[in-house]
């Protein structure tokens, strides 16, 4: 079993910037892909941002230019930079890490508001 610990969330005012970290933990595995996801209330669940093995990244329109992820291979960590954010950003942020072709694992979900 793998285990995911998200930190970093937060209220913030518009224009600040929040940084969001995910740990994994647990048996032995080895991560290919990290990313982030978020889901606002009443919406679906989108993609943030992802980072494979190999650095590449890849991000949603929204957030271009104003956000970095980035990835410690050796702390099994994630982190997402989010800058000059704004209100429509708020949304609960999931952490998610693909160890293997179809089996994925989920962190309990960060809150991030962001007032105006």
């Known amino acids: 079993q793998v285990q995911l610990v998200e930190s970093g969330g937060g209220l913030v005012q518009a224009g600040g910037s929040l940084r969001l970290s995910c740990a994994a933990s647990?048996?032995?595995?080895?991560?290919?892909?990290m990313g982030w996801y978020r889901q606002a209330p009443g919406k679906q669940r989108e993609l943030v941002a992802r980072?494979?093995?190999?650095?590449?990244?890849a991000y949603a329109d929204s957030v271009k230019g104003r956000t970095t992820i980035s990835r410690d291979n050796a702390a099994n960590t994630v982190y997402l930079q989010m800058n000059s954010l704004k209100p429509e950003d708020t949304a609960v942020y999931y952490c998610r890490i693909i160890v293997a072709p179809g089996i994925l694992y989920w962190g309990q979900g960060t809150q991030v508001t962001v007032s105006s």
């Open positions: 647990g048996s032995r595995f080895s991560i290919n892909a």
């Open positions: 980072i494979t093995s190999d650095g590449s990244t």
